[in-house]
C-alpha cells in the first residue's frame, strides 16, 4: 500500500526556523496536506498543496513539494512555543477523500 | 459550528465488554472516517463510509463493527474488547472538495483491561 514516512522528533529553539520533512511513495497524488495536533486534540488542517504546485507560503508556513523525489516539506518561521505539537503529513492518492497519513513528527519548541 | 463531535471523550473497558463509540457531523459530508492512533504508528484507517446506507473496511478493521444510517452518524462498534484495542479513536468527516483536506473530532481515549 500507499506508504508516508516521516521522522519521529524534531527540536529547535524559539525564533528559529523548523523543517519538517515527508515523502511519499505514490506519485498519483492529488493533494498534500500538513496536519498539526496538539496534546489531547485532534488534527486540525494547517495547509496543503496541489500536487501541479511546487511551493505554498500561508504566513510563517512554507510547504516545498519536490514531485521528482516525492518529497513533501512543511516550514515554519520564527519557531513558537505554541507551535510545539505533533505534525502529520499526509497525501491522497486513492483520489481527495482517501487519504494516507504519515507516523508524524513531534515537534519541541526549547524556549 | 460544532464540526465533527465525539463522544466519550474517556473509556475504561473490561476485556470480552462491548461498546460504541459516537461520532456526529452537521456540515452534511457525505465521507465519514475512523482511524485509531498508537504512539508512533501514525493513523490507521479502521472503516469508512462514503454515504448513508454504504460501508468499508480501512487498513484496520478487525474487532470492529460500522453503520451509517444517516448522513449526520457514523458509530463505531467494539463487541469483544481486547487490551489490543486500547487506543485513541479519531472520527473524521470530509466533503467533496480535496483541497479542504479532513475535519476530526476531538478523539475517544479508550482503555482495555
Known amino acids: 500500500g500507499e506508504d508516508v514516512e516521516q521522522s519521529l522528533f524534531l527540536s529547535v529553539r524559539e525564533g528559529d526556523s523548523s523543517v519538517i520533512n515527508c515523502t511519499y511513495t505514490d506519485s498519483s497524488s492529488t493533494y498534500l496536506y500538513w496536519y498539526k495536533q496538539e496534546p489531547g486534540a485532534g488534527l486540525q488542517l494547517l495547509t496543503y498543496i496541489f500536487s501541479n504546485m511546487d511551493m505554498k507560503q500561508d504566513q510563517r508556513l512554507t510547504v516545498l513539494l519536490n514531485k521528482k523525489d516525492k518529497h513533501l516539506s512543511l516550514r515554519i518561521a520564527d519557531t513558537q512555543t505554541g507551535d510545539s505539537a505533533i505534525y502529520f503529513c499526509a497525501e491522497s492518492s486513492g483520489g481527495a477523500n482517501n487519504l494516507f497519513f504519515g507516523t508524524g513528527t513531534r515537534l519541541t519548541v526549547i524556549p | 459550528n460544532a464540526g465533527v463531535t465525539q463522544t466519550p471523550k474517556f473509556r475504561i473497558l473490561k476485556i470480552g465488554q462491548s461498546m460504541t463509540l459516537q461520532c456526529a457531523q452537521d456540515?452534511?459530508?457525505?465521507?465519514m472516517y475512523w482511524y485509531r492512533q498508537d504512539p508512533g504508528m501514525g493513523l490507521k484507517l479502521i472503516y469508512y463510509?462514503?454515504?448513508?446506507?454504504?460501508?468499508d473496511k480501512g487498513e484496520v478493521p478487525n474487532g470492529y463493527n460500522v453503520s451509517r444510517s444517516t448522513t449526520e452518524d457514523f458509530p463505531l462498534r467494539l463487541e469483544l474488547a481486547a487490551p489490543s484495542q486500547t487506543s485513541v479513536y479519531f472520527c473524521a468527516s470530509s466533503g467533496a472538495a480535496g483541497e479542504n483536506g479532513y475535519t476530526f473530532g476531538s478523539g475517544t481515549r479508550l482503555t482495555v483491561v
Open positions: 456540515m452534511n459530508h457525505n465521507y
Open positions: 463510509s462514503v454515504g448513508a446506507g454504504i460501508t
